[in-house]
C-alpha cells in the first residue's frame, strides 16, 4: 500500500516475471488484464476457429507434399496427439497424472474393433457413429477411473493407472472369444468418398492403391484437429483456470468455492474422451485392435512426449507425439548411414541415443520444448518492459 | 467490455450486511490433547470480531473451525440460521464466506489477476459445454469476472502487478493479492488470518483503514498478533488462552481486563516483542504448522 505501483525497475527483477515453477510455464494465460496488440481476435471461438482453418490448410499441403510412407506417420502422429493432448490437460492443468492413458485408449480401439469387424458382413455403421461410441465407453471407464483417482496423489495416482495399462490390455486374452485374443481383431478400413480420390487428384495427381491409407491419414488428421479445437476451448476458458487453481494451492482453490474432488474427475473424463477418440483413430489407421498395441510403454510414451513438449501446452502435446513418431526412425538413418551399422545395431542405438536425449532435456530444459521458448520470451519482454521504464 | 466499470454497486444496491455468525459451546481435541474448550463466540453484521490471544490459545484452531478445515467434536456453529458444522471447506464460499491464509497461498502458475479471477469463482455463470463449445456468452461471463478481479484489485492499489507472477512480488502485495482474492467473492463475511503479518507500520496503519471500510458491506473476524491493530479496528474481541475462552468486550473492556493482562503476562511472553517479531523478519515465512496441514475429516 506504501509502494510504489510501477512494477520494479531494477534490471535483475525481469527474469522474475515467469512462473516460478516449471510445470506452469507451458500453458499460457489468457487472462489479460490490458488489451495486448495481437493479430488473433479476442473472442475465443473465432480465434479458435480461425487457427483450426489454419491448421487444416497446413495439414494438407503437408500430407499433399509427402510421400504415402510419411502419410502413414502423420497419420501415427495425430492420433498420439489426441490422446497426448487430453493427457496434457489432466497432467499439465488439473495436476494429476496418469500412466494408464494406453489402457484407455485401448478401450476406444476395441470398441472401434468390435463396431467394424471385418468378419461381420453387414453394412458397417458410419464412421462418425464408431467414433462416438468409442468416445462414450472410454468416458464411462474414465468417469469411473477418475473418481477412484481423484483420492489419490502423484506416486500412488502413478501406481493405480500403471495398474490399469497393465491389467485392461490383458482382458483381451481373457475374453479372447469375443476380443479375438492375442491376435486382436481385424478392422474393415473405411470406405473412400468418391470426391476425395477427385480432390487428391487435382491437388497432387496421387491415385491408386496408396489412397486408402491416404484417406485414413487425413481422418486422423481431422480427429486431431477438431479435439484440439475442443481442448483449447476449455484450456482458455474458466475450466483452464480452475484445474490449474486445484493444481497450484489445494486449500485456497478449496477456500474459493472450488469441489476438488469434482473438478479432478471432471478432467479425468475429458482426458479420457480424447484418449478414446485417439484410440479409435488408431484402430482405423493400423486397422487391427491387438494387446500388443497397448503395451504399457506406450502409456509411457505419451506422458514422455507431453514432458518433452511442454506439460498444459497442446502445442507441445503436438511436437512430442511427433518426436515419438519422427526421431526413432530418423536415428536409425543416421546410425546406419553415418556411423555405417548394421540395421538391427542402429535401431538398438537409436533407443540409447532417444532416452539420452529426454534425459538431456529433462536436465537443461525441464519446462519442456514450448515451455523454454515461452518462459524466454516473457524474459525478453519483461527486460524490454523494465528498459523502456528506465529510459522515461 | 459493455459493462460499466463499477456496476458491482448496481446489481446490489443495499449491501449492508445482514447475516450474523455464532459459534457457541466449541470443543476441539487433537488427539488426547484438548484445543478447545467450551468457547464462544459472535460476529453481529457489520462488525469487526478481533481474536486474540497468547500463542498457542487456540486461535488459529478456533478460525479454522470457523471455515470448516477443523470439524468441532461439540458445539454448534450457525450463519444465517444454517448449521455450519457438516459443511466442508468448499461450500463455504457459496453461503457468503471468504477467508485469508496465514501464509498467502497464491497460485504460482498464474498471473494476479488470473489468481483474483479463481477468487470470484463463486459468481461464475458459464458452464463446461459452454466452455467447450466457445459460446461467446462464455468469453462474456469471463469478462465480467475479469473486470470483478480488476475491481478488486483496485481497492487494494495493486492494478499494476495484474499480469505479474506471484513469485516475484514483494511479501506484501503478496499478502494484498490474496486479500484481493477474497474480497472478489463479495463474502458477507471475511475472515483474516494475521493479515498484518510482515507487514510495515504504514502498511498495517492503510490495512487498519481499510478494514473498517470493508465492514461497512461484511462482518469480519479478525485473528492477529499486533495489538494495537487489533485495538484500532475490532467492535468487540474475544480473548483466548490455553485454549478456553477468558474474555469478551470492546477494546476498551479488554484492555482494563485483569485476567487479560495476566494471561500475557504471566506467560512470559511479551506481546509486544512477540509482535515485532512477527512483523520483523520474517518476510516470507511459511505458515505456522495448523493452518496449510490442518487435519480435515
Given at each position: 500500500m506504501s509502494e510504489t505501483q510501477t512494477p520494479t525497475g531494477e534490471p535483475g527483477a525481469a527474469s522474475d516475471d515467469a512462473p516460478s515453477t516449471a510445470t506452469a510455464a507451458a500453458n499460457a494465460s489468457p487472462a489479460r488484464a490490458t488489451g495486448r496488440r495481437s493479430f488473433l481476435p479476442r473472442l475465443t471461438l473465432l480465434r479458435h476457429l480461425l487457427i483450426l482453418v489454419v491448421g487444416a490448410a497446413l495439414a494438407v499441403l503437408l500430407l499433399e507434399s509427402t510421400e504415402l510412407n510419411t502419410n502413414i506417420k502423420l497419420g501415427n502422429v495425430a492420433y498420439l496427439a489426441v490422446a497426448a493432448g487430453g493427457l496434457t490437460l489432466l497432467t499439465g492443468l488439473s495436476g494429476q497424472i496418469s500412466?494408464?492413458?494406453?489402457?484407455?485408449?485401448?478401450?476406444?480401439?476395441?470398441?472401434?474393433?468390435?463396431?467394424?469387424?471385418?468378419?461381420?458382413?453387414?453394412?458397417?455403421?458410419?464412421?462418425?457413429?464408431?467414433?462416438?461410441?468409442?468416445?462414450?465407453?472410454?468416458?464411462?471407464?474414465?468417469?469411473?477411473?477418475?473418481?477412484?483417482?481423484?483420492?489419490?496423489?502423484?506416486?500412488?495416482?502413478?501406481?493405480?493407472?500403471?495398474?490399469?495399462?497393465?491389467?485392461?490390455?490383458?482382458?483381451?486374452?481373457?475374453?479372447?472369444?469375443?476380443?479375438?485374443?492375442?491376435?486382436?481383431?481385424?478392422?474393415?478400413?473405411?470406405?473412400?468418398?468418391?470426391?476425395?480420390?477427385?480432390?487428391?487428384?487435382?491437388?497432387?495427381?496421387?491415385?491408386?492403391?496408396?489412397?486408402?491409407?491416404?484417406?485414413?491419414?487425413?481422418?486422423?488428421?481431422?480427429?486431431?484437429?477438431?479435439?484440439?479445437?475442443?481442448?483449447?476451448?476449455?484450456?482458455?476458458?474458466?475450466?483452464g483456470r480452475t484445474w490449474r487453481a486445484v493444481r497450484d494451492q489445494e486449500v485456497a482453490a478449496e477456500l474459493a468455492g472450488i469441489s476438488l474432488g469434482s473438478w479432478r474427475v471432471l478432467a479425468f473424463v475429458v482426458s479420457a474422451a480424447a484418449a478414446g477418440l485417439a484410440g479409435a483413430?488408431?484402430?482405423?489407421?493400423?486397422?487391427?485392435?491387438?494387446?500388443?498395441?497397448?503395451?504399457?510403454?506406450?502409456?509411457?510414451?505419451?506422458?514422455?512426449?507431453?514432458?518433452?513438449?511442454?506439460?498444459?501446452?497442446?502445442?507441445?502435446?503436438?511436437?512430442?507425439?511427433?518426436?515419438?513418431v519422427f526421431l526413432p526412425p530418423w536415428l536409425i538413418d543416421i546410425g546406419r548411414d553415418v556411423f555405417d551399422m548394421e540395421e538391427a545395431q542402429a535401431s538398438q542405438a537409436s533407443f540409447v541415443v532417444y532416452g539420452l536425449l529426454l534425459v538431456v532435456t529433462m536436465l537443461f530444459a525441464p519446462a519442456g520444448l514450448v515451455g523454454t521458448v515461452r518462459l524466454a520470451l516473457l524474459r525478453r519482454r519483461a527486460a524490454r518492459a523494465t528498459a523502456a521504464a528506465g529510459g522515461r | 467490455m459493455a459493462e460499466p466499470p463499477h456496476d458491482r454497486t448496481t446489481e446490489r444496491p443495499d449491501r449492508s450486511p445482514t447475516a450474523r455468525l455464532e459459534m457457541s459451546g466449541i470443543h476441539v481435541a487433537f488427539g488426547g490433547v484438548t484445543a478447545l474448550e467450551d468457547v464462544s463466540l459472535t460476529v453481529e453484521p457489520g462488525q469487526v470480531h478481533g481474536l486474540i490471544g497468547p500463542n498457542g490459545a487456540g486461535k488459529t484452531t478456533m478460525f479454522n473451525v470457523a471455515c470448516g478445515l477443523v470439524r468441532p467434536s461439540s458445539g454448534r456453529i450457525t450463519w444465517r440460521g444454517q448449521e455450519l458444522r457438516r459443511l466442508r471447506p468448499a461450500q463455504l464460499?457459496?453461503?457468503?464466506?471468504?477467508?485469508?491464509?496465514?501464509?498467502?497461498?497464491?497460485?504460482?502458475?498464474?498471473?494476479?489477476?488470473?489468481?483474483?479471477?479463481?477468487?470470484?469463482?463463486?459468481?461464475?455463470?458459464?458452464?463446461?459445454?459452454?466452455?467447450?463449445?466457445?459460446?461467446?456468452?462464455?468469453?462474456?461471463?469471463?469478462?465480467?469476472?475479469?473486470?470483478?478481479?480488476?475491481?478488486?484489485?483496485?481497492?487494494?492499489?495493486?492494478?499494476?502487478?495484474?499480469?505479474?507472477?506471484?513469485?516475484?512480488?514483494?511479501?506484501?502485495?503478496?499478502?494484498?493479492?490474496?486479500?484481493?482474492?477474497?474480497?472478489?467473492?463479495?463474502?458477507?463475511?471475511?475472515?483474516?488470518?494475521?493479515?498484518?503479518?510482515?507487514?510495515?507500520?504504514?502498511?498495517?496503519?492503510?490495512?487498519?483503514?481499510?478494514?473498517?471500510?470493508?465492514?461497512?458491506?461484511?462482518?469480519?473476524?479478525?485473528?492477529?498478533?499486533?495489538?494495537?491493530?487489533?485495538?484500532?479496528?475490532?467492535?468487540?474481541?474475544?480473548?483466548?488462552?490455553?485454549?478456553?475462552?477468558?474474555?469478551?468486550?470492546?477494546?476498551?473492556?479488554?484492555?482494563?481486563?485483569?485476567?487479560?493482562?495476566?494471561?500475557?503476562?504471566?506467560?512470559?511472553?511479551?506481546?509486544?516483542?512477540?509482535?515485532?517479531?512477527?512483523?520483523?523478519?520474517?518476510?516470507?515465512?511459511?505458515?505456522?504448522?495448523?493452518?496449510?496441514?490442518?487435519?480435515?475429516?
Open positions: 500412466l494408464g492413458h494406453g489402457a484407455l485408449m485401448a478401450v476406444g480401439a476395441y470398441t472401434t474393433a468390435l463396431m467394424l469387424d471385418v468378419e461381420r458382413g453387414d453394412e458397417p455403421p458410419s464412421l462418425f457413429l464408431v467414433f462416438l461410441a468409442a468416445i462414450a465407453a472410454t468416458t464411462v471407464v474414465g468417469a469411473l477411473v477418475g473418481v477412484a483417482a481423484a483420492r489419490l496423489h502423484g506416486p500412488y495416482l502413478a501406481g493405480a493407472t500403471l495398474a490399469l495399462a497393465v491389467g485392461i490390455p490383458g482382458l483381451a486374452l481373457y475374453f479372447s472369444d469375443t476380443l479375438g485374443g492375442e491376435q486382436g481383431i481385424t478392422v474393415r478400413p473405411p470406405e473412400r468418398p468418391e470426391w476425395f480420390d477427385n480432390a487428391v487428384e487435382q491437388l497432387s495427381g496421387a491415385s491408386g492403391r496408396g489412397l486408402n491409407d491416404k484417406w485414413v491419414a487425413y481422418i486422423a488428421v481431422a480427429c486431431l484437429l477438431v479435439t484440439y479445437f475442443f481442448l483449447a476451448n476449455l484450456m482458455r476458458s474458466r475450466m483413430v488408431l484402430a482405423i489407421v493400423v486397422q487391427l485392435a491387438a494387446p500388443g498395441s497397448f503395451l504399457p510403454v506406450l502409456s509411457l510414451s505419451l506422458l514422455t512426449a507431453v514432458v518433452i513438449g511442454g506439460l498444459g501446452s497442446l502445442t507441445g502435446a503436438l511436437l512430442g507425439s511427433a518426436l515419438l | 464460499s457459496k453461503l457468503g464466506i471468504a477467508r485469508t491464509l496465514q501464509g498467502v497461498a497464491l497460485f504460482p502458475g498464474m498471473t494476479v489477476l488470473e489468481n483474483v479471477m479463481v477468487g470470484a469463482h463463486r459468481h461464475a455463470k458459464a458452464g463446461f459445454f459452454s466452455a467447450l463449445f466457445a459460446v461467446p456468452t462464455a468469453d462474456k461471463d469471463d469478462e465480467r469476472l475479469r473486470r470483478r478481479a480488476l475491481d478488486a484489485l483496485a481497492e487494494l492499489d495493486a492494478v499494476a502487478y495484474a499480469e505479474r507472477y506471484p513469485g516475484s512480488l514483494p511479501y506484501p502485495v503478496q499478502k494484498r493479492v490474496a486479500l484481493a482474492r477474497a474480497l472478489v467473492a463479495e463474502p458477507e463475511l471475511l475472515l483474516l488470518d494475521e493479515p498484518a503479518s510482515g507487514l510495515s507500520e504504514d502498511e498495517m496503519h492503510e490495512l487498519g483503514e481499510l478494514i473498517r471500510v470493508l465492514c461497512s458491506r461484511m462482518s469480519v473476524l479478525l485473528v492477529e498478533h499486533h495489538m494495537d491493530l487489533v485495538m484500532r479496528v475490532c467492535d468487540r474481541i474475544t480473548v483466548l488462552d490455553s485454549g478456553k475462552q477468558i474474555a469478551v468486550g470492546t477494546p476498551e473492556e479488554i484492555r482494563a481486563d485483569p485476567a487479560v493482562t495476566e494471561a500475557y503476562l504471566g506467560d512470559d511472553v511479551d506481546v509486544e516483542a512477540d509482535a515485532a517479531e512477527l512483523s520483523g523478519g520474517r518476510h516470507t515465512a511459511p505458515a505456522p504448522a495448523g493452518t496449510e496441514e490442518a487435519p480435515r475429516g
